[in-house]
């Protein structure tokens, strides 16, 4: 993006020039970004509300931040809603509900299908449980909609980090902060500086929830795959009353052509060879984990991009213990298609979310927010150390070899100061035992 910026370089007022930055850069980020595939129920299992005593002085709320619609994967979609909120809360101002993308595009922006936050999240509960901390707000609440100060950001090389904090800091102030609204202009929040360390974007990702319909899907997705998993055990249950429903292992599973293309060139730009699995490889890891946890027979879902659904290979050389489904298989293709990529792609995240076992590559965004969430999840709820033996929801990475050949542990570092290694992947991921 720098780079291509200076390219253009001092041509940039040209409305050809800034076309053709826009495109390339869709075009960088469609291959970047591909459409991961991307699931929660354990949020009202485990509900801790953020206590109030920790945000003592909470968000105004006659003071509104609007910003541009949200786009590409739902990953994507899901860090600029954190990055417009934590903008919000900068400025001490109530977030307007911004629009996500229902469809993927990436050029053609007039199909990108505006749908409004509470059409895929609950609002109200998005308020209870970010209370302090961030707010949402309706456009209706808005007094007067005619005083809108405009705020553009800047971008190129020369708008850095620094210069971006000083815009918000004077915006923050004086007469900028009389404005019952301020617009913010330009790029899509996911392209702003980020100015927060990672434990604010989780926070903000833990008042997400899906509103009801979406959460029974879920839901129902999740059933069957504990349903295909009972039968197929070996096990005879004479007694119903102590059946335990089986665990099951989400693999979100990379393989398909767009992803081998970009995780190569990656590769040789980040000269590693720990990007790209084979399919030979994600199997052996995964097989390699579920051996050592001695917890066969075990079904193994497999998110996959929409494209392999179609690829019976990869149900293949899976071997005995592990049964490998993905929708099809499931017979949940149905739910699916009802839907929207990016309802779609949020059902089978919060599938991987609840999943037992995590298995995902730590190159995607979709799988790295995942972890987050689950690490979260894991640190507010376990009495054991995070680093235990016999955590809940331990998640792995396939693209990096860990203990037994197996894939390795994979724990978000919630000290991180930015969202710099989920945005954009890693190979140095902390498993607990000191290295990264
Ligand atoms: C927002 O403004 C209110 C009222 O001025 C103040 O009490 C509160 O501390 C501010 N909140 C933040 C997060 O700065
Ligand atoms: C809204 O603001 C404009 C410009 O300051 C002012 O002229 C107008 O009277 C205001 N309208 C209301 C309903 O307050
Ligand atoms: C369970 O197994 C039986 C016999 O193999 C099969 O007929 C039935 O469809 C299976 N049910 C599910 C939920 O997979
Ligand atoms: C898979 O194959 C079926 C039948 O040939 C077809 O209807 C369906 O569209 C295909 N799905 C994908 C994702 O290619
Ligand atoms: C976690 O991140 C912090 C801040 O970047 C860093 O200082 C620390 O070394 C990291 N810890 C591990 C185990 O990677």
Request: hydrophobic share 40%.
């Amino acid at each position: 993006m720098e780079a291509l910026l200076k390219l253009f370089g001092g041509t940039l007022n040209s409305i050809t020039s800034k076309c053709m930055v826009l495109l390339v850069t869709l075009l960088i980020f469609r291959v970047f970004l591909f459409p991961d595939f991307d699931g929660i129920e354990w949020r009202n299992l485990v509900y801790h509300s953020p206590s109030t005593s920790s945000f003592e002085f909470g968000i105004r709320e006659f003071r509104f931040l609007v910003v541009p619609q949200l786009v590409w994967g739902l990953n994507n979609q899901k860090i600029a809603f954190a990055r417009a909120c934590l903008t919000a809360r900068m400025l001490n101002r109530t977030l307007l509900m911004p629009s996500f993308s229902a469809s993927l595009f990436y050029k053609e922006v007039d199909l990108l299908q505006p749908i409004s936050f509470d059409k895929v999240f609950q609002f109200e509960k998005f308020n209870a449980l970010c209370s302090g901390f961030v707010r949402l707000g309706r456009y209706s609440d808005v007094l007067n909609r005619t005083r809108v100060l405009e705020m553009t950001k800047g971008s190129g090389r020369k708008w850095t980090l620094e210069r971006d904090l000083s815009q918000l800091k004077e915006y923050s102030k004086g007469s900028y902060d009389d404005y019952e609204v301020i617009e913010i202009l330009g790029k899509n929040p996911f392209l702003w500086h980020d100015h927060w360390p990672l434990k604010d974007y989780a926070k903000v990702f833990e008042c997400l929830v899906l509103i009801d319909e979406f959460r029974n899907e879920a839901e129902r997705v999740v059933s069957r795959i504990r349903e295909v998993g009972n039968n197929e055990s070996m096990e005879p249950q004479q007694d119903r009353s102590s059946f335990q429903p089986l665990p099951y292992v989400a693999v979100h599973m990379r393989i398909e052509i767009d992803w081998i293309i970009h995780c190569k060139k990656l590769e040789q730009r980040l000269n590693t060879n720990q990007i790209c699995s084979s399919k030979k490889e994600i199997v052996e890891r995964v097989r390699n984990i579920v051996i050592g946890l001695k917890k066969t027979p075990i079904v193994v879902y497999l998110a996959v991009a929409d494209k392999l659904l179609n690829d019976s290979s990869i149900l293949e050389d899976w071997r005995e213990g592990i049964l490998p489904y993905e929708k099809k298989k499931l017979g949940v293709e149905g739910i699916y298609n009802k839907y929207p990529y990016l309802i779609q792609s949020a059902i089978d995240y919060e599938v991987c979310l609840q999943a037992d076992i995590f298995v995902g590559n730590s190159f995607s965004t979709f799988s790295s927010l995942i972890v987050l969430e689950r690490t979260h999840k894991m640190i507010k709820t376990s009495v054991e150390s995070e680093c235990g033996t016999d955590v809940r929801w331990p998640s792995y990475a396939y693209n990096i070899q860990g203990e037994s050949n197996g894939a390795m542990r994979w724990i978000t570092n919630m000290s991180e100061s930015s969202l710099q290694t989920i945005s954009y992947g890693t190979d140095r991921i902390y498993d607990c035992k000191g290295h990264i």
